[in-house]
Nanobody, 123 residues
C-alpha cells in the first residue's frame, strides 16, 4: 500500500522561503507522477504543482509559477516543493499526491494522498 508523508511546513516570515518534502513508500516511486495541492479552511483543494515520473516535466498553477519549484529524487523516493515568499492568503494545508502514469492538475486523478503539512505565510 502506497503511503505518503509530508514534512517541512511552518510559519514563514515575509520574504522567507521553505521546502516541503514528501516521502513515498509501499510502491515503485518511479512509476508515479507526483503533485502538490493545498486546501485552506472552507475552500476546495487546489492544484499547486506536479512533476512527471522522470522529473523531466513540471507543471505549475499560474498563481505560483514564479515562486514555486517542484522536484523529485527517485533515489530517495521523495518529492519536494520549494516555496518563496508565501503570501498570507496562501496559508493552507499542503498535500502531496501520487498517481500512476502521467501528471495531472486534477485532484480527482490522484490515487494516493498524504495527510498534509500546514504552511502559514505572514505579511
Amino acid at each position: 500500500q502506497v503511503q505518503l508523508v509530508e514534512s517541512g511546513g511552518g510559519l514563514v516570515q515575509a520574504g522567507g522561503s521553505l521546502k516541503l518534502s514528501c516521502a513515498f513508500s509501499g510502491g515503485t516511486f518511479r512509476h508515479y507522477a507526483m503533485g502538490w495541492f493545498r486546501q485552506a479552511p472552507g475552500k476546495a483543494r487546489e492544484f499547486v504543482a506536479a512533476v512527471s515520473w522522470t522529473g523531466g516535466n513540471t507543471y505549475y498553477a499560474d498563481s505560483v509559477k514564479d515562486r514555486v519549484t517542484i522536484s523529485r529524487d527517485n533515489a530517495k523516493n521523495t518529492v519536494y516543493l520549494q516555496m518563496s515568499n508565501p503570501k498570507p492568503e496562501e496559508t493552507a494545508g499542503y498535500y502531496c499526491a501520487g498517481r500512476e502514469g502521467h501528471s495531472s492538475e486534477d485532484v480527482g486523478q490522484y490515487e494516493y494522498w498524504g495527510r498534509g503539512t500546514q504552511v502559514t505565510g505572514s505579511s
